[in-house]
């Protein structure tokens, strides 16, 4: 079941230039900071009602984060969907004929379980199917 938008990713070049217009025009509170090394991406969390703001920077030019920049630009990435039960969701999700990224969930920032739809079966949107312990 999917039980809200838990956030939406933000692709940016530099956490350290971008969070200034998140908390202090936006006045967003930071939750905090942290490094993904699996993704390759520093990540940084941002309180904005009742979803959060994930701002993402490459630290790798290998990350996926760095191949979104240089084709895209700096911008909105993806929408991550809280579930739960994520392993059923993936299977939901591949019995209506939807192409998964992640067949399996693999571990993402905030101690999630995460798997990412292909924006190809979902109208050029990426989402993230994300289900948090606890």
Known sequence: MIKKVD??????????????????????SLLGIEEVESQKVKVAFLQAGETKLELLEATS??????????????????VALGVTSIEDRIAEMKENGI????????????????????????????FELCEKKG
């Open 7 to 28: 956030h939406i990713g933000i692709a940016v070049k530099s956490l350290e230039n971008t969070l200034p217009f998140y908390t202090e025009v936006l006045n967003l």
């Open 61 to 78: 030019a290998e990350s996926s984060i760095a191949a979104f920049i240089e084709k895209r630009g700096e911008g909105i990435h993806h």
């Open 99 to 126: 192409r998964m990224i992640d067949e399996k969930p693999r571990p993402g920032a905030g101690g999630a379980d995460i798997a990412f739809l292909h924006p190809k079966s979902a109208a050029g949107v990426l």
